[in-house]
Nanobody, 115 residues
Framework: QVQLVESGGGLVQPGGSLNLSCVLS????????MYWYRQAPGRQREWVAY???????QYAESVEGRATISRDNEKNTVYLQMNSLKLEDTAEYFC?????????RGQGTQVTVSS
């Protein structure tokens, strides 16, 4: 059983930045593919980024060039740095872990981009 706890969300103006964190407990983060997803009201969950155990990263086209996913193995934490935030980035952001073939997600952290 693993647990993921996200933090770092909040209200930010367009063009601003946020750094989201996700702490994994119950396993070692370096062993797993880690993901960030988001879901806006009335919309389907959208994959945002992932990072592999060898630190290969991939981003959705909607955030390419504005997002950076990273991991700190000592802190068992994965991060999502979001820059140049847009109104359409408003969503609940979730991190996920590929736990031996099953994606498990945390409870999420709300990001609201508004002027």
């Amino acid at each position: 059983q693993v647990q993921l706890v996200e933090s770092g969300g909040g209200l930010v103006q367009p063009g601003g930045s946020l750094n989201l964190s996700c702490v994994l407990s119950g396993s070692i983060i370096a062993r797993h593919h880690m993901y960030w997803y988001r879901q806006a009201p009335g919309r389907q969950r959208e994959w945002v980024a992932y990072i592999t155990p060898t630190e290969i990263t991939q981003y959705a086209e909607s955030v390419e060039g504005r997002a950076t996913i990273s991991r700190d193995n000592e802190k068992n934490t994965v991060y999502l740095q979001m820059n140049s935030l847009k109104l359409e980035d408003t969503a609940e952001y979730f991190c996920g872990v590929d736990f031996y073939g099953t994606i498990q997600r945390g409870q999420g952290t709300q990001v609201t981009v508004s002027s």
